[in-house]
């Protein structure tokens, strides 16, 4: 075989090798930006209702009195498995004067805010327990843990939380969300048992 058939095979095999690479690239890519549209989207394309835009593309959850009495907090999770973290409106911090005023995710044994998860093999994500600590509130008078009410492997941090605290307040159930959350099946259907629907937090925490 002479070198110049070489040459143009081995050329050959790295133009498919880059052009493999290039294509996974772009499907993760796609599959992130598909995330971050449902959970920001257009403002110009939300209803007059954002809870009902939340309702149409997730389940939602509640933990109540996680940990602590008052600690309530919502989990919504998509069809594919992600879980979104939150703090629900009855959670106890609401109810103190100004409401929260900071964040911190630098709680454990490390930054949450740090974390850095890449490719659809969700590489570097932390693996947390359900009462693990995902970040404090802070209010002007008290702070509060927040957890991951979840077991699972931690995606990503609501990093605009951290300049802006005020979404917590105003915003809670979208702008304001705290962490996505990826649970294995087996642990979703453990955890799923202790939540409450929508339904039964309403009676529950007698809210409209």
Not at 33 to 47: A, T
Not at 58 to 81: C, E, S, T, W
Not at 89 to 110: L, Q, R
Request: charged share 30%; with cysteine.
């Amino acid at each position: 075989m002479s070198n110049h058939v070489i040459e143009e095979s081995t050329s050959s095999a790295t133009k498919e090798l880059e052009q493999k690479q290039e294509k996974e690239k772009e499907e993760e890519e796609d599959e992130d930006d598909e995330l971050q549209k449902l959970l920001l989207p257009d403002v110009s394309n939300l209803p007059s209702t954002p809870p009902s835009a939340v309702e149409s593309n997730f389940a939602i959850y509640f933990a109540l009195d996680f940990m602590k009495p008052g600690h309530d907090q919502y989990v919504y999770r998509h069809a594919n498995g992600l879980c979104v973290i939150g703090l629900a409106p009855s959670h106890v911090s609401f109810k103190d004067e100004g409401g929260i005023t900071a964040i911190d995710f630098n709680v454990g044994k490390s930054d949450r805010s740090g974390v850095k998860v890449t490719g659809k093999r969700k590489k570097n994500a932390q693996h947390f327990e359900s009462n693990t600590a995902l970040c404090k509130v802070s209010t002007k008078n008290d702070s509060y843990i927040v957890r991951c009410c979840v077991k699972g492997s931690l995606l990503e941090v609501n990093q605009q939380l951290i300049k802006q605290p005020e979404l917590l307040n105003a915003s809670a159930d979208r702008e304001g969300y705290i962490a996505i959350i990826m649970p294995k099946p087996a642990d979703w259907l453990k955890i799923k048992a202790s939540l409450v629907s929508v339904e039964e937090y309403k009676k529950l925490r007698e809210v409209s």
